[in-house]
C-alpha cells in the first residue's frame, strides 16, 4: 500500500506539483497521463525519493519520506525505499560498462548479499519472461531501445518491489518497439505487479490500467476508472488533452 | 670603487688587504656566542660516519665522478673529507645535494657537514657554524686564446664592436665581482649566469662569450681539458672555502677545526691540493691561518707535535682526455642505466599513489560531504597552482623543522605522487561528471548506497573515459622526476648534468639519455593503446 498525501513541489519559483494525493492498493496499475509539463516525471521522481518536495508526504509501508528527508542524513531510508519502490526510466540507463545479465545481478548481490548463482538463475527467469533470454552476454550498446527498456524492465524486478515506477518508458522508442515493452508491462500488469505509470500511451492506459489521472499544470485534475476518464471525462483540460492526443 | 686599471701590480697588494679584512671579520663571527649543540659530535662518533655533503655537478677538481667507475666521486675535497674523518676516526659518507641547497641539509640534519667550495662570508658565518679555512682561491679570467681581448682593460673597450659577454656561476663570488666591474646595467659588459661551471669555459672556447671569471681551481683544473683558453693576468681577489655545520655545533666544529689544524701542520692538505695542482704561493696562508687555532681555543692542536706526512711529494691526478661517441656509451652506459633504474621506480611508485589519492580527492568533491569540498578544493589549487620544486623543498627541508623528516627517497615518492593527484583528480572529475545523471539515479533507484554506486557504477564508466589523458600524465611525471634531484636523489637527468660537467661529451650523453626516457615512457604509450582498445571492445 503506498499513500501520497498532498504533495507539493517547486523548482526555485516554478511550482510543478500542487498538492497532489492519492493511495494505490497492491495489485493496482495506476496510469498518470496528460500534457507535457504537467508535472507527471516530476511526481514520479518524488515518490522513490530522487526529487525532495516542499511539502506533503509519500508513506511506502513503514516507511515515510516527507520534506525533511535528506538525500545524505537519511540515506538508510531512501535505500529501504527504493529496494520496495523500482524504477524505469524513459532512456533505460542501463549500464554500459556491464553485460546484460551483470545489469541484473548487480544490485541483488551488493543490495541483498545475494550468492551469484541464486541471482544469476532468477536473472534467467526474469529475462526469459521479457523475452531477452538469448541476450545475457550482450552488452547495452549492442541491443535495440526496446530490447534494452525490456532489460531494464527485467532489472528494476530483479530487487523483488512492491511497485515500479515506469516513467515514460516507451516514449524513446518507436511504435514497433513500443508494442514489446506495452506488452511485457501488459503481462506484468496481469501477474498483479502494483504499478505507476506515465505513459503517452493511451491504449495502454484504456486496457490494462486499473485507474487513470490526468495530471495538468501540476494537478491531479481528473482520476477514475479507464472507462470513466476516455468514455465520459469531466474536467475541460482533460478533453481537451484527449482530443489533442486523438484518443476520443 | 673597483677600478680595472689598477689590477696589474697594485692588485696584489689591495688583495692581501682585502684578505685580511675578510678574515678579521670572519673571525669576528666565529666569536659570537650561540646555542651549543654539543651533542652533535657524540651524535656523529655513535653513527661512526661522517656524513658531508656536497654536489658533484660542480665538476672537478672539488667532487666529480671517477672515470672508470661514475658511481664513485673523486676529487680534493672528496680526498680532504676522507683525511677528516680518519682524523675523527670516522667513515667518510658522501651526500648528493644540489649545490644551493647544501646549508638546508646540514640545517635539518640530513647532512653533518658542508664540504664543497662553500666561500666564507659573513652572512653564511652567521647562519651556520663555520670552521677555518681549507683552501684560499682567487679569481681567475679566461679568454678565447685566439681571441682579441689579452687584457681585463680590453674587455670594457668593446674590440668587436659590441659589449663584451662574461660568463660566470650563478651565485659565485666570481659573480658579484664581475657585476661590480661591469658597473650598473651592464654599462661596459654584459653578464651571463651560469648553473654548471664548464659550461662557460666551453662558451668561451666556442667564442660565444668573451670571458669567464672562474675560482682558481677550476680555471686549473680545466686547463688541459680547454686548451683554447688562455688565463688574463694573474688571479684577482681572495677567499677562502670553509665547512659549514649547523648553527650551534660548535663543539663539533671544533673537531672538524682540530682535524684540519692537524692536516695542514703535518702537510696532508698540502699534499692532497698539490696532487690536483691546486697548491700555489697563496695557500701558504693556510699554515698562518692553522697556527692561529690558538685563537679559536684550539691550542693543544696548534701545539701537538705532528709527524710530517711523506705524502706531499704525490703525483698529480691524471685527467684524461676527452671521450668521444662509443667511448662515452661504455664508460657512462652503465650508471645512467642504473639513474634511469631509480627514475622507474620514482614513477611507478609515486603514479599509482597519485591516481588513487587523485581518485579519492575527486570522489570527494563531487559525492562526499559538503564540508569536505572546500578543503579538497583548496588541496587541488595548492598543489597545481605551486611549482614542484618547491613543495618537496617543504617537505624535505621545511617540515623535519616540526619534527617530520622522511628520508629523501619517500619524500621524492610522496612529493610527486601528492602533486601528480592534484592533476589525476581533475582528469577523475571530469570523467566522472561526464556521465549521466540518469547513471546515478539507475544505481540508487535499484536500492544501491551512494558509495555503492559510486564505486561499482560511476567510477568504472570513469575510468574508462580518462585512461588517455592519464597515461599523458604518466609519461610528464617520468620527466617530472628530474626535479627530485632537489632532495639529493640522483635519477637520469641530475646523472646527465653531472657527467656531462665532468667528461664534456655533452652531445653523447644527451643522446643516451633522451633515449633512455623514450625507452621508459614509448612503452607506456603503446601499453595505454593496447589497454583503450580492449576496454572499448568490452564496453
Known amino acids: 500500500m503506498m499513500l501520497i498525501d498532498n504533495l507539493f513541489k517547486s523548482f526555485g519559483r516554478l511550482e510543478v506539483l500542487k498538492g497532489i494525493g492519492f493511495s494505490v492498493a497492491p495489485g493496482s496499475v495506476e496510469a498518470i497521463i496528460g500534457p507535457s509539463g504537467g508535472g507527471k516525471s516530476t511526481f514520479l521522481r518524488c515518490l522513490n525519493g530522487l526529487e525532495p518536495f516542499q511539502s506533503g508526504r509519500v508513506t511506502m509501508g513503514a516507511h515515510t519520506l516527507t520534506p525533511d528527508t535528506d538525500a545524505r542524513r537519511d540515506a538508510a531510508l531512501l535505500q529501504s525505499v527504493r529496494k520496495k519502490v523500482g524504477f524505469v526510466f524513459q532512456q533505460f540507463n542501463l549500464f554500459p560498462h556491464l553485460t546484460v545479465m551483470e545489469n541484473l545481478i548487480e544490485a541483488p548481490i551488493l543490495v541483498y548479499n545475494e550468492s551469484v548463482e541464486t541471482a544469476r538463475a532468477r536473472a534467467k527467469t526474469l529475462l526469459e519472461r521479457v523475452g531477452m533470454a538469448t541476450k545475457e552476454d550482450a552488452r547495452p550498446r549492442q541491443l535495440s531501445g526496446g530490447e534494452q527498456q525490456r532489460v531494464a524492465i527485467a532489472r528494476a524486478l530483479m530487487m523483488r518491489p512492491d511497485a515500479v515506477l515506469f516513467d515514460e518508458p516507451t516514449s524513446a522508442l518507436d511504435p514497433v518497439m513500443a508494442g514489446e515493452v506495452l506488452k511485457v508491462m501488459a503481462e506484468l500488469a496481469t501477474a498483479g505487479q502494483t504499478m505507476l505509470v506515465v505513459t503517452h500511451s493511451m491504449n495502454f492506459a484504456l486496457t490494462v490500467a486499473t485507474r487513470v489521472h490526468v495530471f495538468a499544470g501540476g494537478k491531479d485534475v481528473e482520476s477514475g476508472s479507464p472507462e470513466q476518464v476516455f468514455g465520459a471525462p469531466e474536467h475541460e483540460t482533460t478533453k481537451a488533452f484527449l482530443r489533442q492526443a486523438g484518443a476520443v | ?539
Not at chain 2, 677538481?61 to 673523486?74: A, C, K, M, R, T
Not at chain 2, 677528516?84 to 647532512?111: M, T
Not at chain 2, 539507475?442 to 544501491?448: E, K, N, Q, R, T
Open chain 2, 1 to 539: 670603487m673597483y677600478d680595472p686599471h689598477r689590477l696589474g701590480l697594485e692588485a696584489t697588494r689591495c688583495r692581501s688587504l682585502a684578505a685580511f679584512r675578510a678574515l678579521g671579520v670572519f673571525l669576528l663571527l666565529l666569536f659570537i656566542p650561540s646555542q651549543a649543540r654539543a651533542e652533535k659530535l657524540a651524535e656523529v662518533r655513535a653513527r661512526g660516519a661522517l656524513r658531508w655533503c656536497g654536489d658533484q655537478e660542480g665538476g672537478g677538481p672539488y667532487i666529480y665522478p671517477l672515470e672508470s667507475d661514475p658511481s664513485q666521486v673523486i676529487g680534493f675535497e672528496v680526498e680532504l673529507a676522507a683525511k677528516l674523518a680518519a682524523y675523527l676516526s670516522l667513515e667518510p659518507q658522501f651526500i648528493q645535494g644540489q649545490w644551493d641547497k647544501l646549508g638546508d641539509l646540514v640545517r635539518v640534519q640530513k647532512c653533518d657537514v658542508v664540504l664543497n667550495g662553500y666561500e666564507l662570508t659573513p652572512e653564511r658565518s652567521e647562519a651556520f657554524e663555520a670552521s677555518i679555512p681549507y683552501y684560499v682561491y682567487g679569481l681567475q679570467l679566461l679568454v678565447r686564446a685566439a681571441g682579441p681581448v689579452t687584457t681585463w682593460a680590453a674587455l670594457k673597450s668593446n674590440p668587436g664592436g659590441s659589449k663584451a659577454k662574461i660568463g660566470v656561476l650563478t651565485g659565485s663570488a666570481a659573480g658579484t665581482k664581475m657585476a661590480e666591474f661591469c658597473g650598473a646595467d651592464n654599462a661596459f659588459c654584459e653578464l651571463v649566469a651560469y648553473d654548471g661551471g664548464t659550461d662557460a669555459l666551453r662558451e668561451v672556447e666556442t667564442g660565444r662569450l668573451t670571458a669567464t671569471l672562474q675560482d682558481t681551481p677550476t680555471a686549473s683544473f680545466y686547463a688541459a681539458r680547454f686548451p683554447g683558453l688562455r688565463p688574463v693576468d694573474a688571479p684577482v681577489g681572495r677567499g677562502y672555502y670553509g665547512l659549514y655545520v649547523a648553527k650551534g655545533e660548535t663543539v663539533f666544529r671544533d673537531a672538524l677545526n682540530e682535524a684540519l689544524i692537524h692536516l695542514v701542520r703535518n702537510g696532508e692538505l698540502e699534499a692532497v691540493l698539490r696532487r690536483y695542482r691546486l697548491w700555489d704561493a697563496a695557500q701558504s696562508e693556510l699554515r698562518t691561518i692553522a697556527e692561529m687555532g690558538r685563537f679559536y681555543g684550539l691550542e693543544s692542536a696548534v701545539r701537538a707535535p705532528v709527524e710530517k706526512s711523506d705524502g706531499a711529494a704525490v703525483g698529480l691526478v691524471h685527467t684524461e682526455a676527452r671521450k668521444h661517441g662509443l667511448q662515452v656509451f661504455r664508460a657512462c652506459g652503465r650508471i645512467l642505466l642504473q639513474s634511469a633504474g631509480l627514475t622507474i621506480l620514482l614513477a611507478f611508485l609515486s603514479f599509482p599513489l597519485a591516481m588513487l589519492l587523485g581518485l579519492l580527492v575527486a570522489v570527494g568533491r563531487l559525492y562526499g560531504p559538503r564540508w569536505l569540498r572546500f578543503p579538497l578544493a583548496a588541496y587541488v589549487e595548492l598543489l597545481r597552482g605551486t611549482p614542484l620544486m618547491l613543495q618537496l623543498y617543504f617537505m624535505f627541508f621545511v617540515l623535519p623543522e616540526v619534527g617530520i623528516s622522511m628520508p629523501a627517497f619517500s619524500t621524492g615518492v610522496l612529493g610527486l605522487a601528492i602533486n601528480y593527484s592534484a592533476y589525476e583528480s581533475e582528469i577523475y572529475r571530469a570523467g566522472l561528471q561526464a556521465i549521466p545523471a540518469g547513471q546515478l539515479e539507475a544505481a540508487l533507484s535499484l536500492g544501491m548506497s551512494r558509495a555503492q554506486a559510486v564505486r561499482r557504477i560511476i567510477v568504472p564508466q570513469a575510468f574508462r573515459m580518462v585512461i588517455p589523458p592519464i597515461v599523458n600524465d604518466f609519461i610528464a611525471l617520468f620527466k617530472d622526476t628530474s626535479v627530485v634531484s632537489v632532495v639529493t636523489l640522483v635519477e637520469l637527468t641530475k646523472r646527465f648534468s653531472i657527467l656531462s660537467m665532468s667528461t664534456q661529451a655533452t652531445l653523447e650523453l644527451m643522446v643516451m639519455t633522451a633515449a633512455l626516457y623514450l625507452l621508459m615512457s614509448y612503452p607506456m604509450a603503446l601499453l595505454a593503446q593496447r589497454l583503450e582498445r580492449r576496454l572499448e571492445a568490452a564496453s
